[in-house]
């Protein structure tokens, strides 16, 4: 988990692409060293792309209650255009 973690953070899109799509399924639902979600890695570096990988992947089944990682989830929906088809528990953008 703390490779995919480090890759996350550095908004490496191509490294999780390349992962087998039940090895990506299985990292999604982890947390690293400080209880982040790679959804919320992924989405301080601001990369959209792998954002949305991440949630296609079922990274928005990770997203804790904190305040940090429900911005974190909010900007990811706002940024993926998830707010306005509707998904549950999205503060609107």
């Not at 999780?16 to 959804?39: H, I, M, N, V």
């Not at 707010?83 to 609107?92: H, T």
Request: charged residues 30%; aromatic residues 6%.
């Amino acid at each position: 988990m703390d490779k995919a973690a480090d890759h996350a953070r550095q908004g490496d899109l191509d490294y999780f692409q390349q992962l087998p799509p039940e090895e990506l399924s299985r990292l999604c639902k982890r947390k690293d060293e400080d209880g982040r979600s790679l959804l919320q890695s992924a989405a301080s570096s601001g990369c959209v792309a792998l954002c949305e990988l991440l949630v296609h992947a079922g990274g928005a089944g990770a997203v804790n209650d904190g305040d940090e990682e429900v911005r974190c989830w909010n900007w990811v929906c706002c940024r993926l255009g998830l707010c306005e088809r509707g998904w549950e528990g999205v503060a609107s953008c």
